[in-house]
């Protein structure tokens, strides 16, 4: 078995990971069924899994019957539009991609488990080239792709606004996290970079 493979990353943590073709990784419902056979319906257009629908649908359920104290998804169709330099239909996965954000959200909130209780912390693992030659790749050869955004809202984040004159690194994002969640990070892993300066 692939030691980096999510079954095998699944089986170490504990966490349960959807992915690819099966973003229900233990499906128990009717529905949880109806949403992989959904992801494997569609196009295989990319080898890696299907568009995000599938994800963000396989996201919300397990918020209304798992529960879990952390949700991670992740939105990989923009990127791989750009790579294909298809810049209409990049833009139109960054705005299906904020309008599957706020769906998250909103089904949080509707829940009583996490009404008041959630935070929300949205960035994008790389930058992208900035200009029309390099807009298309990332990378340490690609100029600006380094630049990345981190966004964070939630009970215990004032609202200060978009920060300038302050640097951040996705480094931080696991340590913030777990800081949202009452945990300390870096006490487990000393030479990890601290939370985000949130509060």
Known sequence: MDRWSATSRSERSRIPIGNSWRPVPAPASERDRSINQLANDLPRYWSYGPFDAPIVYAAIES????HPRV?????GEGDEWAHEGKYDLYLDATRRADEFIQRIWDAAQAMPEYA?????????????GETTKDWLDHGKDVPAAERTWIAVMGPAVPALGVRKGLQVTTSQIAATIASLVGEDYRAAFPAAAPPLPIR
């Open 63 to 66: 918020l209304r019957t798992q």
């Open 71 to 75: 949700l991670y998804v992740m939105l």
């Open 116 to 128: 008041g209780r959630t935070s929300l912390v949205i960035t994008t693992d790389h930058g992208r």
